[in-house]
């Protein structure tokens, strides 16, 4: 017992100094211009005035010339924050809306389009009513930014919103990046197109009738490892009803349109949300992951060659969005490895809330950091994200939104806080989540695991259950793989015919050499653990 209460205070003490180690300390707070303003609607990401750094550019929704709240004149405007070692909260530059050039309204949101010119310079997208109609409005990124933009694409005229604009990255794989966007028409159909960069060719994607909003494109990187980007479609099996949905990534290609596409879920069964979003490259194989979401769950899939229906994990917390992408990646911490940010804008009764996973070889989805909202007022901290280097101090770092009070919108000018990246984050899961070593059972469930060394060329695993045990349990069971440390990296289920027949065989994902521990288990229980080695 007094061992026991010992290795109870250690792990206590590990897990209570890796949460004060994971923590991302406020840099900057970015103010809107008056109360009501809705400063940090929607916020981006992108290096527009070339230097090599990313700059923070932030939506004020509400603005208008007098700079007092005026229900009838929510112009908009957007700031620009140049990033550098001089990072600051006083903006650098700005686009200012008007009477007839509204940058407000849920269609306008502000976008990192990627380098729509082949210029090495990221540009800006985003929506703008112009009289009567919405455009899609793109600003070339350049050393001295001007406030006019350099395209406006005209949106259909019969349109039914909102818009909801996605960069794509390059699809077609001509040298400009692509950008996607879901409308509609008075009708009922819902329309995805595609706008190639360079070009502004347009294609429609899909032009289907259905009778809700929840037919959406979004970009998630390369995931196939083919060096061109690819992008995910979630659309309804009917026309209508909300709950029933098909899942799946279509891969670019130089042949674009003629696209391939994997379907990697055929009925989601519930209503989900709407879009697939990149996480960058979480586990650190040099290939683009992404999530999507199913069962009201954000599941993980590792990217390569061979995508299907499976997934790799699940992140193990809620994230939603009400702007923008549903999750943002970057690397916080330095390692290499792509980490996420997600939000809850809801959370609390509207307070908000922020979470963070971290990427490593292992990742598994378990929450590392929650960052709370700095304030206990009720105004939906988390609205929307942008990631980036904007300090230039080599780890990137989170700007979240806080734009507005849910009990009066005259109570709060609005805010966007800056997180910066931190060299001592580190996955907390090793400490409380993942599972430790189990521990050995006795000749009863006894297994022989062959070939063993298991050589780094060979997949398949096989397992002979030997012990008595097996004969009398009527359960199926699974076998966990897990590293010298105990974290768990891939879990196996075991028929009952597998038992009864005495054997079982299984892929092995890529794993580097080392030693390695398999776990019999029914349930939680550990029956037997064996080591073995990769080489």
């Known amino acids: 017992m007094k061992k026991t209460f010992c290795l109870l205070l250690l792990f206590a003490f590990i897990y209570l100094n890796m949460q004060a180690t994971n923590s991302m300390e406020m840099i900057s707070t970015l103010t809107g ?42 112009y908009g405007r957007i700031y620009f924050y140049w990033g550098g070692n001089d990072f600051d909260n006083i903006p650098d530059f700005a686009i200012s809306g008007s009477a007839d050039f509204i940058l407000a309204g849920y269609e306008c949101t502000v976008h990192n389009a990627g380098d729509i010119n082949n210029d090495g310079i990221e540009d800006l997208a985003l929506g703008c009513k112009m009289g009567l109609y919405y455009k899609l409005l793109i600003y070339y990124g350049r050393p001295q930014p001007i406030d006019i933009p350099d395209v406006v694409f005209e949106l ?199 979470r963070i996973w971290l990427g490593g070889y292992n990742f598994n989805g378990t929450l590392d950091l929650v960052i709370p909202s700095p304030t206990a007022d009720l105004q939906r901290f988390g609205f929307a994200r942008a990631t980036g280097d904007f300090n230039n101090d080599g780890y990137c770092d989170i700007a979240i939104s806080q734009p507005y009070d849910v009990g009066g919108i005259l109570l709060t000018p609005g805010r966007v806080y800056v997180f910066a990246g931190n060299p001592q984050l580190l996955d907390t899961t090793y400490a409380n989540d993942d599972n430790t070593i189990p521990v050995p059972a006795n000749s009863l469930w006894d297994i022989n695991i062959y070939p063993n060394p298991l050589p780094k060329n060979k997949v398949n695993l096989n397992i002979n259950f030997l012990g008595e045990g097996y004969q009398k349990t009527t359960a199926n069971l699974k076998a966990v793989l897990y590293n010298i440390k105990g974290q768990k990296i891939e879990s196996f289920n ?27 288990k029914d349930k939680n229980t550990n029956l037997i653990t064996k080591q073995i080695i990769i080489k």
């Not at 586990?283 to 995508?307: C, H, M, Q, R, T």
Request: glycine letters at 14%; one cysteine or more; proline letters at 4%.
């Open 156 to 354: 259909p005229t019969s349109t039914y919103g909102p818009y909801r604009i996605r960069p794509l990255g390059d699809i077609n794989a001509d040298g400009y990046d692509d950008i996607g966007f879901r409308t509609g028409t008075y009708s009922h159909h819902r329309i995805i197109k595609i706008i190639l960069g360079g070009s502004f060719q347009t294609y429609d994607l899909y032009d289907l009738l259905y009778y809700d909003d929840s037919i959406m494109i979004s970009g998630i990187g390369d995931v196939n490892g083919d060096g061109i980007s690819d992008y995910h479609i979630k659309k309804p099996l009917y026309s209508t009803g909300l709950s029933q949905n098909i899942l799946s990534v279509h891969f670019g290609s130089s042949n674009f349109p003629v696209l391939d596409s994997v379907v990697i879920c055929p009925n989601t069964n519930s209503y989900i949300q709407d879009y697939g979003a990149a996480i960058g490259d979480v586990n650190g194989d040099g290939i683009g992951d992404f999530i999507s979401y199913i069962y009201s769950e954000a599941k993980v899939w590792f990217g390569g060659p061979n995508l299907t229906t499976q997934w790799d994990t699940v992140l193990t917390e809620s994230v939603y969005t009400e702007v923008g992408e549903i999750v943002s990646y970057g690397d916080f911490n330095n390692d290499g490895y792509d980490d996420i940010v997600g939000s809850g804008p809801g959370y609390g009764w509207d307070r908000g809330i922020s």
């Open 494 to 520: 075991i028929a009952r015919e597998d038992i009864q027949n005495r054997n079982w065989s299984g892929v092995i994902k890529n794993c580097p050499a080392g030693n390695y521990l398999i776990a019999i």
């Open 33 to 74: 211009d008056f109360d009501g303003a809705i400063f940090g609607w929607s916020i981006a990401s992108l290096d527009f005035n070339g230097d090599g750094i990313k700059d923070l550019v932030v939506q004020e929704a509400n603005w208008n010339p007098t700079e007092s709240y005026d229900g009838f004149q929510c």
